[in-house]
Every structure is written in C-alpha cells, then in structure tokens.
C-alpha cells in the first residue's frame, strides 16, 4: 500500500530526500506521516500532514531542517530533510491514518495509522 524511497548514506550537513508512494487514490485524502525508529531506540514521530486543511507539524528535533510536503494528485509524499545529523540516523517509515480527526493532537500516536510503509534506512555520517 505504502512504498518509500531515497534514503542512503549522507554525511553530516547533507540533505536528503524521502518519498512514500501511495497505490490507492483514497490516500490522497488520508492523513500522512514519518516516522524513524533509531538503533537501540522506539519508534518516534518525525513530521506529518493533514489533508484539509494540509496543516503540517513536526518532531522539535527536526523543526526547521525538516519539511513534509504530499503530492495528492499523485498520491505522494515527501520528506526534505536538511542539515542533517548523525542522529538523524535511522529507519524512516510513512505512515497513512484514515481518519484524520482530531489530527492536530494526536499526530505523534503511531496508534492511530492504519497503514505502514516497509522503511528506508537513512545513515548519516560524522
């Protein structure tokens, strides 16, 4: 359902950026997010977008290198992640949630989605 690509290895300060695939058309109506889990580390939410309005919001660790954009049309989204950090380093995963009620508070609750894509691992270097 979900598909996501781009990630690689980078060294730090690089850029690098994400897309997730949708195979449905319904998802262009879908809330959609990213999320990162790091070696040893849980799961954590790194940025996601409404539909409508197409309201974005962000882990703090990543506001301001990071930006979440969708493509509805072509049932896409995006990941543009600048100044990274080795931190930075994990498996990304998109998600996509049906339901896009009460969004604004409860985006960071990977609970909530219904659909996850298979990951794609970002290694930054130091």
């Known amino acids: 359902q979900l598909q996501a690509s781009g990630g690689g290895l980078v060294q730090a300060g690089g850029s690098l950026r994400l897309s997730c695939s949708a195979s449905?058309?319904?998802?262009?109506?879908?809330?959609m997010a990213w999320f990162r889990r790091a070696p040893g580390k849980e799961r954590e939410f790194v940025a996601g977008i409404n539909w409508k309005p197409p309201s974005t919001y962000y882990a703090d660790s990543v506001k301001g290198r990071f930006t979440i954009s969708r493509d509805s049309a072509k049932n896409m989204v995006s990941l543009q992640m600048n100044s990274l950090e080795p931190e930075d380093t994990a498996v990304y995963y998109c998600?996509?949630?049906?339901?896009?009620?009460?969004?604004?508070?409860?985006?960071?609750?990977?609970?909530?989605?219904?659909?996850w894509g298979q990951g794609t691992l970002v290694t930054v270097s130091s």
């Open positions: 998600a996509a949630d049906r339901d896009p009620r009460f969004y604004s508070t409860t985006h960071s609750n990977s609970g909530r989605y219904d659909y």
């Open positions: 449905r058309r319904t998802f262009g109506t879908y809330a």
